[in-house]
């Protein structure tokens, strides 16, 4: 079925380990994005993709790394990970920037650095 | 900035009961508004949307109005369910060319039977 498709579900890592969240649709969206949840903070946006190979910052993008080489990927890689980045993280795609078009969220992912 | 306000949880009523939670905004220009569902352990749905001042979004009894004067955008339900029992947010999508979300920080809502 179609859909936006993220992998793993969970993660355990350690402190200092890199570690690639992994984002795939089916849609051919354009629009990607990359938010973490964390208790008391809702959701935050790390980064995110307006079309392949074009990328750009959220508000909370230190420390992590993102690419687009393929409209349907979306990669998240933590270069070093660290306490801080044990979240539960979400991908998610819009079809075009119209104002009225929602998001199509993933299942999430909840990564553990210990 | 732009910002968006909703109330903080949890909520809990009994099955049956009136619905409202709370979403107030600010921001410049026209955004549009959303409700968003998050089921334990899934990722957020989108529940409904209004893109402009009076509109109404529903979906599965829910109802929002967007309330410019107010800057308002209100969930509502007449009678919920335990199925209903979930965290839901509310966003806005900015004007100008700009095509990201603020959300709100969730409020959790548990349906006893």
């Known amino acids: 079925d179609a859909g936006i498709t993220q992998s793993p579900r969970y993660k355990i890592t350690e402190t200092g380990r890199q570690v690639t969240l992994m984002c795939h649709q089916t849609?051919?969206?354009?629009?990607m994005f990359w938010y973490r949840q964390d208790l008391g903070h809702g959701l935050r946006l790390i980064y995110y993709s307006a079309a392949a190979d074009i990328t750009d910052k959220g508000e909370v993008p230190d420390g992590y790394v993102v690419s687009r080489s393929k409209t349907e990927n979306f990669p998240l890689t933590l270069e070093s990970a660290t306490r801080s980045q044990t979240s539960v993280y979400f991908c998610?795609?819009?079809?075009?920037?119209?104002?009225?078009?929602?998001?199509?969220f993933g299942s999430g992912t909840r990564l553990t650095v210990v | 900035g732009d910002s968006v306000t909703q109330m903080e949880g949890p909520v809990t009523l009994s099955e049956e009961a009136f619905l409202t939670i709370n979403c107030t905004y600010t921001?410049?220009?026209?955004?549009?508004l959303f409700w968003y569902v998050q089921y334990p352990g899934e990722g957020l749905q989108l529940l409904l949307k209004a893109t402009k001042a009076d509109d109404k979004g529903s979906n599965k009894g829910f109802e929002a109005t967007y309330r410019k004067e107010t800057t308002s955008f209100h969930l509502e339900k007449g009678s919920v369910q335990v199925s209903d029992s979930a965290v839901y947010f509310c966003?806005?999508?900015?004007?100008?060319?700009?095509?990201?979300?603020?959300f709100g920080t969730g409020t959790r809502l548990k349906v006893l039977a």
């Open positions: 849609w051919s969206h354009s629009y």
């Open positions: 998610a795609s819009k079809l075009d920037d119209a104002l009225g078009y929602g998001y199509t």
């Open positions: 921001a410049t220009g026209y955004p549009s």
């Open positions: 966003a806005l999508s900015l004007t100008s060319g700009t095509y990201k979300y603020i």
